[in-house]
């Protein structure tokens, strides 16, 4: 399957005990395939897969592959710190029948550039997936460099990579591997416009939880290059690309999804929104059931 268009970052619904709340897994997988989003990732750092358990990993991502498998990619999140258990996450979620893995830079450890090389070079070769590589230096301590992704990029099971640093600088530079086998994805909503605009394939959202059509809308428009829709529906989603990043991910993204009906609270070390954007919370909420039907329109 082709990766490109409008992939959400799926966050994970727990209820208020803190349990994983299957009901409301489904209710938000429901709601990605009526907004008509082109891919998921199950259990990436939106999906607070640092907290979950094997036998919830394995819960979320097979019932999401049952649901949605085949009509869309099933990509999941697999990267962990070390090599060989990024190797066995990755082989547990091709039994699970995902399509494809978002292998994050390995967090905390903050190897050499020629040490992203030798682990992402392991893993496709042993890990039983097509890779996509993930690069996002704010949260993990690395920022792979495009001249690494260069030496990576000619592998036939490394697929893609999904970009959170927005700089056009660095939007240029990875264009210049794009090919039909190696997708550029942006992983940062608030630059995504002007990214695919500029040739990116798509984006892996996070607002896209809440506003699936709307987000789809905006990636199709940047990709027909019609630059006043884009414009305009860019500007009626930066309030949702403001507030997502008002707090860590996915704090801002979960309050805006218990407003809705899906899932309640996060697993610690993460605490619920403060009560200082509660109140733009309840606003936007206010404002996605009308956004999400002018996106059909």
């Given at each position: 399957m082709s990766l490109s268009g409008l992939i959400t970052a799926l966050a994970t619904p727990f209820r208020a005990d803190g349990a994983l709340d299957p009901d409301g897994w489904q209710r938000l997988l429901h709601l990605q395939l009526e907004g008509g989003v082109h891919g998921v990732v199950v259990a990436g750092?939106?999906?607070?897969?640092?907290?979950?358990?094997?036998?919830e990993y394995d819960l979320l991502?097979?019932?999401?592959?049952?649901?949605?498998?085949?009509?869309?990619?099933?990509?999941?999140?697999?990267?962990l710190s070390g090599t060989a258990k990024t190797i066995e996450q990755t082989r547990r979620a091709a039994a699970l029948g995902a399509s494809h893995a978002l292998v994050v830079t390995p967090p905390y450890v903050r190897p050499t550039q020629s040490g992203l090389i030798a682990h992402y070079r392991a893993v496709a070769d042993l890990g039983g997936l097509p890779i996509v590589l993930y690069n996002v230096p704010g949260r993990t301590g690395c920022d792979m460099l495009p001249e690494t992704v260069a030496?990576?990029?000619?592998?036939?099971?490394?697929?893609?990579?999904?970009?959170?640093?927005?700089?056009?600088?660095?939007?240029?530079?990875?264009?210049?591997?794009?090919?039909?086998?190696?997708?550029?994805?942006?992983?940062?909503?608030?630059?995504?416009?002007?990214?695919?605009?500029?040739?990116?394939?798509?984006?892996?959202?996070?607002?896209?939880?809440?506003?699936?059509?709307?987000?789809?809308?905006?990636?199709?428009?940047?990709?027909?290059?019609?630059?006043?829709?884009?414009?305009?529906?860019?500007?009626?989603?930066?309030?949702?690309?403001?507030?997502?990043?008002?707090?860590?991910?996915?704090?801002?993204?979960k309050a805006l999804l218990r407003r809705i009906g899906v899932g309640h609270d996060l697993r610690?070390?993460?605490?619920?929104?403060?009560?200082?954007?509660?109140?733009?919370?309840d606003h936007l909420a206010g404002d996605i059931a009308a956004l999400e039907a002018l996106s059909s329109h």
């Open positions: 750092s939106t999906g607070e897969a640092a907290t979950l358990t094997d036998a991502l097979a019932s999401a592959v049952e649901r949605i498998g085949g009509r869309i990619p099933v990509i999941a999140g697999t990267g030496a990576l990029a000619g592998h036939p099971n490394i697929v893609g990579i999904k970009e959170a640093v927005g700089d056009i600088g660095r939007v240029q530079a990875l264009m210049t591997l794009h090919t039909p086998q190696f997708a550029v994805l942006s992983g940062d909503d608030g630059t995504a416009a002007r990214s695919i605009q500029a040739g990116v394939d798509g984006l892996i959202s996070v607002g896209s939880n809440v506003l699936p059509g709307a987000y789809r809308r905006m990636c199709e428009l940047a990709a027909a290059h019609d630059h006043e829709a884009t414009a305009s529906w860019n500007a009626r989603l930066q309030p949702f690309h403001d507030f997502c990043g008002v707090e860590p991910n996915p704090i801002p993204v610690l070390p993460l605490l619920p929104l403060s009560a200082l954007h509660a109140p733009a919370a």
